[in-house]
């Protein structure tokens, strides 16, 4: 059985474990693969991203951990590079990258998606109602699609943290819909994988994964390739809600999922990830 995880942050950004905590835990819990992805530099806008000099030490105790634990689990390094950060070069030393949009600007400031529910209502306000808002995100998530290093797509409707009730707009909104497909028809056309994320649901923030089922039904049916992952900041919930993600993937007519090897990424038969 393959399980695995590529979306896993540690201390050296805004995690709770150390890296040979994760990688123990991962062994644990039965993982075959896991990779880090610590928050790449973004201090000009946040505080808790990696700056240079953690950026250094995070890739040594990963390459540490891969080389001490290489007959139990494979471990990748890998970075999750905010569309506001400073872009990445593919293999060097990175063996994936996770791109990823947190925040939208809001007059001369940037607001984080992802902050608070009392954030959210702020940035709606801003915007004039969630349409605008929404439209804002997704411009910025487009601009994934021309990032070459790239390989996975983070959290794509993660806007929508805190509208599980439908506080803000429908998951059925034609309108909002449309942006979003726009935006994943140009993310499928340049062959970035999709992450299925349970991390809100860790956070009791959700009851689904990213994206919602709408979303990843569409995916599916216009080609899109998905992995799934964790977003885990806390090593108890590294494989958080894994059973049920895996049931709705299915229910959305996935029959394979990507894998991640030493020779790059690699379509499995999604039978190879179930118990």
Known sequence: MIKQNLHTHSIYCDGN??????????IQ?????LGFSGHGNCRHIDN????EENTQKYIQDVLDIKEKYQDQIQIFLGIEEDILGKPFLKHQPYDYI????HFVKAGEQYLAVDESYVTTQKIVQYYGDFLNYAKSYYQEAKKIAYRDEVDIVGHIDLLTKFNENEDFISFHSEQHLQMAYECIDLLIEKKKIFEVNTGAIARGLR????PHKILLKYIHDHGGKICLNSDCHQKEMLDCYYDEALQLIQECGFTSMMLLTENGFVEKDIQEFIK
């Open 17 to 26: 474990n150390t890296i040979e905590e994760m990688a123990l835990e991962a």
């Open 29 to 33: 819990k039965g993982f075959t693969v």
């Open 48 to 51: 808790y991203s990696m700056d």
């Open 98 to 101: 996770i791109g990823s949009v």
């Open 207 to 210: 009851k689904t994964p990213y």
